[in-house]
């Protein structure tokens, strides 16, 4: 299994970034990708969550919400993470991760289920 993830950089308060995830290894579109984010002497943080089935939900964390935009191309084995109106907060590492269990995002969020991951990519808003 493996997940890489890629697009972080420096970027201003108030600004974007676009994040993909690209997975290999697995029957992609069987699964449900998240994303999650971990800052420095911080615990992870589960902020969006795809559904690789059309009935299932799509998940944002509150902090996140209004923001993030997921989206993803089943054919492409790709997850994008669309980042709008970046905040300082907002720093951190982001990876991509699945459970390999379900095609289903859980309502609460996902959480350490989510143990295949990848590397991730680091984000810094700052100005």
């Known amino acids: 299994v493996q997940l890489q993830a890629s697009g972080g950089g420096l970027v201003q308060p108030g600004g974007s970034l676009r994040l993909s995830c690209a997975g290999s290894?697995?029957?992609?579109?069987?699964?449900?990708i998240a994303w999650f984010r971990q800052a420095p002497g911080n615990e992870p943080e589960g902020v969006a969550c795809s559904s690789s089935r059309s009935d299932g939900l799509t998940y944002y964390a509150d902090s996140v919400k209004g923001r993030f935009t997921i989206s993803r191309d089943n054919a492409k084995n790709m997850v994008n993470l669309q980042m709008n109106l970046l905040k300082p907060e907002d720093t951190a590492n982001y990876y991509c991760?699945?459970?390999?269990?379900?095609?289903?995002?859980?309502?609460?969020?996902?959480?350490?289920?989510?143990?295949?991951r990848g590397q991730g990519t680091l984000v810094t808003v700052s100005s």
């Open positions: 290894g697995f029957n992609f579109d069987n699964y449900a």
């Open positions: 991760a699945t459970d390999l269990y379900t095609p289903y995002c859980s309502p609460v969020g996902p959480g350490r289920e989510y143990a295949n």
